[in-house]
């Protein structure tokens, strides 16, 4: 049997960081009967159902009744909070350093940093066009979604762009576009 899927606590204290501004008494009590607590300690990973979980409820707090664009800007969120934490804060000049392509080939890498079960996969399509494809589905391809359009800018690019090109029941595949 294999490794339970788990997203480690800097992930978690990264989106309650990006949520303060946001938090409602209500979201809170949500957030809390998930083990996501804004005043104790954080357990040092969250198995994957309770993550998703986690996005969910958030989501809804943040856009009722629009969970694909709630997740990708829970996803937007979480990236600008995670480029805040230690862990981030070194990855960022890392990834502004080696570029758009070389940061879409270590896409693998740069989310085992957040998870213990992200695989990713980056083909060029034209330059300036790489398709990548994720482990991940449903409502979390839009929060991966947001993760990409946020964390890419890092690089500078001009005229990102990230689509999602296709999914099936074990994958996305994003169109990750920008000018060169």
């Given amino acids: 049997m294999g490794e339970s899927r788990v997203v480690f606590k800097h992930c978690a204290e990264a989106l309650l960081r990006s949520l303060q501004s946001r ?3 209500e979201l809170k ?6 083990g996501l607590s804004t005043e104790a300690e954080l357990p040092p990973a969250f198995d994957y159902d309770r993550w998703q979980e986690i996005l969910k409820v958030s989501g809804e707090e ?16 979480l990236t ?3 480029f805040e934490n230690f862990i981030g804060r070194a990855l960022k000049p890392v990834v502004k350093l080696i570029g758009m392509r070389r940061a879409l080939g270590r896409m693998r890498q740069n989310f085992r940093v957040a998870n213990n079960y992200s695989e990713a996969d980056a083909s060029d399509v034209a330059p300036g066009h790489v398709h990548l494809r994720v482990n991940e589905t449903g409502l979390m391809a839009y929060f ?3 993760i990409l359009d946020r964390g890419l800018r890092i690089c500078d ?3 990102l762009k990230v689509d999602i090109a296709s999914e099936d029941a074990t994958s996305v595949v994003y169109s990750v576009r920008w000018d060169l």
Avoid: D, I, V, W
């Fill in 23 to 25: 938090m409602t008494p």
């Fill in 29 to 34: 009590t949500k957030l809390l009967k998930l």
């Fill in 62 to 77: 943040l856009m009722p009744g629009k969970p694909q664009a709630a997740h990708h800007q829970l996803g937007e969120l």
């Fill in 80 to 82: 600008e909070a995670y």
């Fill in 144 to 146: 991966y979604r947001g």
């Fill in 157 to 159: 690019p001009k005229n």
